[in-house]
């Protein structure tokens, strides 16, 4: 039995998509280091298993959720657009939210599933076969437990990141980190971002929001640009403008690279996602939903 799955099956410690990559730099390893490391990171992690039972837990937050629900399914096709070529599809990408069956640390738990995919040509000289999971507390809406399997070309990457909130703490298969309160993993940020209101936002309109990423910690500063009317294939849809930030430490870039769209109702569902590059744009666009929390009215046709 993994790690993950002892840790969905047992008892429990009582402790856009995006266009991020991450690597893990390790070719053609020694198979006797791999089972080393591999029983190095299960014996760190019961170990912390132990602990956390003698730790005094402190209480987590309680953040309201109206934007997300159970069973909450999305597609979206990923494109690249130019004025010489149009919309050519390179992909397609999936999140689906379920209300998972086993409890974590002792708590409920959102299971969100992010899946994503080449297709046509672009099979043939990039394939692309990604997956990424959260187990996200339902009533602080932090993660207990990120999984990545990361399939890209010739390019792999598995991890599984364990996040111990009472002790700011993540483990990972490759490090233990220390981490900042109510950290996030990229999937859950993207969850917990759709439940704010403008009203969180700083005076400057914007929001820092800390998230961990292979072995590191990010902040990202997201900044509001206002609201638009965009024409997608599901129609006029009204929405508000966000630019992320990414930075290590509090360096920040000197360009917002992404623009994301979000419905404005209470969905707050990310319905366009651009990315500039030298010649043309990457886009992510929402094509099909299923079982939203509340009416899409920011939907105008």
């Not at 006797?32 to 990171?41: E, G």
């Not at 990408?93 to 080449?118: L, Y």
């Not at 990604?130 to 602080?140: L, T």
Request: aromatic letters at 14%.
């Amino acid at each position: 039995m993994t790690i993950t799955q002892l840790l969905k099956t047992g008892p429990a410690p009582n402790a856009f998509f995006s266009l991020a990559r991450c690597g893990l730099k390790m070719c053609h390893p020694d198979k006797t280091k791999v089972r080393f490391s591999l029983l190095k990171f299960s014996g760190s992690l019961l170990f912390l298993y132990f602990i956390s039972g003698m730790v005094s837990a402190q209480p987590l937050r309680q953040h309201p959720n109206y934007a997300f629900g159970d069973k909450e399914h999305l597609t979206y096709r990923v494109y690249y657009n130019s004025v010489l070529t149009g919309n050519v599809t390179a992909g397609e990408a999936t999140i689906t939210v379920n209300d998972s069956k086993k409890q974590m640390f002792g708590r409920k738990v959102w299971h969100i599933v992010g899946e994503g995919r080449s297709k046509g040509a672009f099979n043939w000289f990039y394939k692309v076969r990604d997956r990424f999971e959260s187990y996200v507390d339902k009533e602080a809406l932090i993660p207990y437990l990120f999984v990545r399997r990361t399939r890209e070309g010739n390019y792999r990457k598995d991890d599984d990141v364990y996040f111990f909130h009472d002790q700011k703490l993540a483990v990972s298969r490759t490090a233990r980190k220390p981490v900042p309160e109510n950290i996030q993993d990229f999937v859950s940020a993207l969850f917990f971002m759709r439940t704010l209101r403008l009203e969180d936002f700083r005076s400057d309109s914007t929001y820092h929001l800390n998230f961990f990423l292979d072995d590191s910690v990010y902040v990202s500063k997201i900044l509001y640009k206002g609201t638009e009317v965009i024409k997608t294939s599901l129609g006029k849809i009204r929405c508000l403008r966000f630019a992320p930030m990414m930075a290590t430490g509090e360096v920040f870039a000197n360009a917002y690279p992404l623009d994301v769209w979000v419905t404005d109702d209470k969905n707050h569902l990310p319905v366009l996602a651009e990315a500039k590059v030298i010649v043309g744009s990457v886009k992510m666009e929402l094509i099909e939903y299923k079982h939203l929390r509340n009416p899409f009215t920011a939907r105008l046709e």
